[in-house]
Structures are given as C-alpha cells and as structure tokens.
C-alpha cells in the first residue's frame, strides 16, 4: 500500500502519543543530566518568562512572592517561582556552563552567559492589565513587555558582548553560545482566565512579540536557538480552579485555555520554519512543551507524581489553588514532598517536573530537530 507522505495535525498527534506511550515502558530517565553535554557551548543566554527568570523580577522588586515560599534548595531564596532548579538550571548543568546570573542582578560576572527571562513580562501591555482589572496574581500590577528583553540584550551586547568591534571574535562567540527561549506567554493566558479576552486575539498578539525577540537575536548573530512552546496552561491548577466553564478536554483540563494555547504553538512553529528559510546556517529547535507535559500528565506515576492537578503551596480546594490566598498568603501552606506534585504553585512546576522537562528536551527527542541533531551540527558531524 502506497503510504501517505502527510498526516493532519490531529492524526500526527494521536499518533506522537502513542508512539510515547509505546515507548514508555521502556523510558528510564538518564540518572545524571550533569555533564553530559559538556564542552559543546560555552555560554547560553536565555530568555522567557518566569518559568526561565532566575532572579531578574526580584532584583527589580517586580515579585510579590515571598522569599520563604520559594525557597532555596538552589539560588537565593526567591529569585525563582519554583521550589528548586528551573529547566534553564538543569540545562546548565548538562552543559556544565555556570548556573546563569540574571541580567538585574548583582553579578558582574557574564563569561558563561546572562539571563534576560523576567517573571510577569507579558505579551500585553502593562496598561491592558491595569485598564481590565486582570489578575496582579504574585506579581506587581504593571507587567513589563517581552520587548525589554530584546532591548537588554542589545544593550548587554554593546557593553559587554560582543559588539562587532571584532568581526573574527565575535562570530566565534556567536559559534559557542546557545540562546534558549524558554515559555514566553503562561502568564497571558494565566492573567485572562475567566475574563473576556478572546482566546485567539491574545494567540496571535502573543506569538507576534516572541517574533521580535527571534528576530533580534538572529540578526545579531545567534546561530544555536532552541524556543520552548507552551505548556497546556488549562491543565494548571489556577486554570482548573478558575475554569468557569464546563467544557473539558480529554485531559480533564480547560478546553478553551488549552485550544488557544494549541494554536499559539502552531502559529509559532508555522513562524519557525519561516526563519529556517531565511537563516539556513542558523540551527533553529522548537521544544515542545506540550507533548513533554502532556506525556508526564498521562502516565504520572512513572514519574513519580501522585498529584499531577494539585498545587503543593496554596490554600486549599480541589486543586490547592485559591486566587484570593495564592502560596505564601495567610492561609496557605506547602505540601510535605514537592516531589510528587508537578505543580508548585498552582502556575509555576516543581524542581521535579522540572528535571523531567529537561531530560525529555535533550535526551527523549521532545525538540524538533532533536537536540542531538544540533549537537552533531554544531561538532561539524
Ligand atoms: C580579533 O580578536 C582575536 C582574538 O581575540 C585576535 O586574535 C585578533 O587579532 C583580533 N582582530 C582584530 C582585527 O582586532
Ligand atoms: C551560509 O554558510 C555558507 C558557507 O559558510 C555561506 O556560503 C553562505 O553565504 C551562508 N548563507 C547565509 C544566508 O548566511
Ligand atoms: C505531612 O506530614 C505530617 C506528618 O507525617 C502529617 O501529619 C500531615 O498531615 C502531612 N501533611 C500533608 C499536607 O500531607
Ligand atoms: C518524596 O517523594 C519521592 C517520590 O515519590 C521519594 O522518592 C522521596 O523519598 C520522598 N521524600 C521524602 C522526604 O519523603
């Protein structure tokens, strides 16, 4: 029988499940990521949002969160929006670059790279979430947009990148650093739930600021990109807790939310094949986000988790997720083992969802080309 050469995209999904289910049995998780990539790339800078800041909201006073309620197994207490290591930390380590300091922060030290991601910086502007009385959630009112990001990048490369003054030089430093995107977004479509915000509207306007951001980097240079779509944010807690509608996809989760997150990751990665056209010496990976999660949020007890719904710090409910008494208000309290709950606090994950993530990026072929794939082009393979 003469075999199709495409599938439709739903088909193509079914299909990339089972085929992980099928594998599943099989899956063991490399016991140690450190390392194991080692000497490849000698810096990283990174980018996102507070699935990827590593102390730049807390340096600028931008996070309400308390220090104690993010502690620090890794880092200063309160410098990420998780109990322990961010996908960023792990990826590092597997590396073995230096954990990154944040842009705002006090290091003065970048020779391994520098982390740009700012927790609540949106897509939407500041005066959008004023104006709609949107959720301020653990962060200050006014968010800050993706576009400062972009503007810290240039300006960091012009003090202390390279800043073309030697062509020779800065083309080898552009050979040996990775630019890793991470999530840009969940806290759009975390601050809109409930509201009236049209789902496709925010989709659209969303990926269009990630667009910005892509381009600057590969203008000025970047020839290593990875960018993570986004997670099914109708599967967090404060999407499950708030949904106020009955529709419910096959997961359980927020139908609407996670429909739109759908097609934000597919305008995105429509998007990145464009720019694999127009910079073909550029290696350009999408990590997907969605399928990593979705597999772990399937089979939770391979991974260990026996609360993959339920928040590990909040007040509470169903879900542990309360938006009046978010972790760390009176009220809330933390689970006895982060470890078995993806989440931690009803919109940011656990050090051990985490780790998990990473390994299915660099080792479980959740990036498309895999990230072995740009390893080999990066040896010259
Ligand atoms: C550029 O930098 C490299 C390495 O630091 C050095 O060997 C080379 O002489 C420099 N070239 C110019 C034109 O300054
Ligand atoms: C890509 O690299 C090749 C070989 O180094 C070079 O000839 C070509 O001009 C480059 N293409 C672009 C678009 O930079
Ligand atoms: C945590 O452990 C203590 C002691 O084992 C137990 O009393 C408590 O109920 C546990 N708390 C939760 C939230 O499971
Ligand atoms: C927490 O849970 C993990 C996974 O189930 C387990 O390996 C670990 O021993 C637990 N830690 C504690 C302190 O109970």
Known sequence: ????????????????????????????????????????????????????????????????????????????????????????????????????????????????????????????????????KLHPLIWRRTPISFQTQADWFRNFQQLKGCNRKNETKCIAEMESTLFWIGAMGVNDYTRTIGSSVPLHWLAERSVTHVYGLFKVLLESGAKYITIEGLPPVGCLPIAMAQSRNQNLDKMGCDANVNKAVTFHNQILQRWLEKFREMYPNSSILYADYWNAYLTILMNPKKYWFKEPFKACCGAGGKFNFNVRSICGSPGSSTCNNSSNHISWDGIHLTEAMNRHLVDMFLNQGFCQPSFQELIKSKSGI
């Open 1 to 132: 029988m003469k075999s199709h050469c495409f599938l439709l995209p739903q088909t193509a999904f079914f299909l990339s499940l089972f085929v992980s289910l099928a594998l599943s049995h099989k899956y063991h998780e490399s016991s140690a990521l450190h390392s194991q990539l080692k000497g490849y790339f000698s810096k990283v800078y990174a980018f996102g949002d507070s699935y990827t800041d590593t102390g730049n909201a807390r340096s600028l006073g931008g996070l309400i969160a308390k220090s104690k309620n993010y502690p620090s197994k890794f880092g200063e207490p309160g410098s990420r929006l998780s109990d322990g290591r961010l996908v960023i930390d792990y990826l590092c380590e597997a590396l073995s670059t230096p954990p990154l300091p944040p842009y705002k922060g006090a290091s003065l030290k970048y020779s391994g790279g520098a982390n740009f991601a700012l927790a609540g910086s949106t897509a939407l502007s500041g005066d959008y979430f004023l104006k709609g």
